[in-house]
């Protein structure tokens, strides 16, 4: 079909507008497939399930029958949740994410309690997408029942930790042509450990970058070939690994003050990566370990010196704050990121973190290149973006939601 010519404001309006009409008719069929269940239409037919019913009549996948039939039940129960996916302010994709978050909530958790959940993460859908809502879903005790969501949370992370571990594995397998293949998987913990061990050594070659005059030829897969094949030869001849920005490479975990004064409890990785509060005690334990010790709004308070420079240090707890790539909407790890200074170092803003905010290297130059986004940090410390007048005559503050995570609560 070829659409006449529309304005780009009367595109884009098209554009919400039939998305909209697209999840209103999706509610529609929700509804069609609770009334086919609830007169008993599979069982008159002979289907075994409605799920097999489901699949045979629309011609589609038990995977999705089966959310189909999930989704129904939600709606079914949930008249807030039914209203905002009829008024499209909640997709088929976010319904999904919402059905199988309410899903693995505890037994404990009430009725009252699962539809309040259902319905805070119904308000956040506008403005969350599924991937981010799918970390407010596992979080979603905090706000709705914080009583039961420490115990929660540590119960879940002790489970994953304990799974992930039984799981971890490490294969090389020769391929035949002078080649090996490496497979493997690791817990958070033993990643973190890993990836501290390799970065170091993943940089490009500055020394043969000066010599060649050509540049790193090496891509990012053969430089973290390269660090691991140096680690490994580095421990066979019992020697030291090399330092990382001013500091020996380092695990960070970020718990909270009050925890910290009284008895520790969950906390996370400098990669994001939730830990439980058994395992922040057993990593304690090693001096190598740098606390990063957060306010009750989340604000640094110190973020621990094992060296007299506090490059190594800034860039961990900037890593903290941050989460990664602070541009509104983007994922981009902290490892992927550049340490912006808000008021540029050239016109003499400071190196410390009320002067600091992780980019990715793409938005580190929509910032440079004057688009007319503007950052700043707000009054609880953590950055936030001024749009251009064009995507936003108003400019209201914008933030990164998918980093963001509750403090001290660290389920993610």
Sequence with gaps: M???????AELLDFLDDVHAAQQTLHAAVLHAVREVERRGIPAGQRAP????????????STKAALRLAEQATLVDRDPSLDAAVIAGTVNAEQ?????????VLPASVGPQVRDQAGEVLAGWAPSLGPAALRIAGRRILDHVAPELAEAEEERWLRGSERQAHEQRTLTLSPIGDGRVRVRGILDSEAAAIVTAALDPLCKPDAAATEIAGTGETRTPGQRRADALT?????????????????????????????????????GHLDNGEPV???TVRRLACDARILPIVLGGKGQILDTGRTRRLATGSIRLALNARDGGCVFPGCDRPPRWCDAHHIISWTLGGPTDLANLALLCGFHHRVIHDDTGWQIRLADDGHPEFL???????????????YHHRPRPHLRT
């Design 49 to 60: 399930s409605l799920r097999a019913w489901l699949r045979g009549r629309l011609r589609i």
């Design 387 to 401: 749009p251009p007048a064009w995507l936003d005559p108003d400019r209201q503050p914008r933030r990164n939601e």
């Design 276 to 278: 439980s509060a058994e």
């Design 95 to 103: 319904l999904a994410t919402i059905a199988a978050a309410l899903a």
């Design 2 to 8: 070829r659409m006449t010519p529309l304005s780009q």
């Design 230 to 266: 140096e680690v490994c030869r580095i421990a066979l001849t019992g020697g030291r690994l090399p330092d990382n920005g001013g500091d020996r490479p380092q695990i960070a975990i970020t718990v909270s003050y009050d925890a910290l004064r009284n008895q520790l409890r969950a």
